[in-house]
């Protein structure tokens, strides 16, 4: 099976590594690695005690600069959480954030012309249901 998959998420996963922070119940959990991300959402590797599900979080991903940072910021809320790892589901993200989530995908991504159709198909971060 391919490091990457749309399994019934229906986005394209890729695994990158930089840092990201997940702001919830009014602290901050950090990880540089095992992350797994798509537009609509990212699983990350953590130690410490993460959030129960449902709880709203604000994700801040930066894909780096030194001077001017390039951010990616979007709100969602934790869908699975367990030992060594959270996922979050993105609920809203900002126009600038979504072109650089959608470059970051397409760049990263085995099949970057299948990446490419699955934008094509519909905008948003999710799936019609």
């Known amino acids: 099976m391919s490091s990457q998959s749309t ?8 695994p990158f590594n930089t840092e990201v922070e997940v702001r919830v119940q009014d602290r901050s959990i950090r990880s ?11 699983r990350i590797s ?3 005690v993460v959030p129960p599900e449902e709880a709203p979080c604000q994700v801040t991903i930066n894909l780096g600069g030194q001077a001017n940072p390039v951010l990616i910021n979007a709100k969602g809320k934790m869908v699975r959480s367990g030992a060594g790892s959270l996922a979050v589901e993105f609920t809203q993200i900002d126009p600038a954030s979504y072109h650089h989530l959608k ?12 990446a490419e159709r ?12």
Do not use: C, Y
Not at 33 to 38: F, L
Not at 106 to 113: L, P, Q
Not at 122 to 129: A, T, V
């Open 46 to 48: 953590t130690r410490e």
């Open 7 to 14: 399994e019934k998420r229906g986005f394209n996963r890729v």
């Open 118 to 129: 699955e934008f094509s198909t519909h905008w948003g971060i999710r799936k019609p249901r």
């Open 32 to 42: 540089k690695e095992g992350i797994n991300i798509s537009m609509s959402g990212i």
């Open 103 to 114: 470059q970051l995908i397409v760049n990263n991504a085995d099949d970057s012309e299948r």
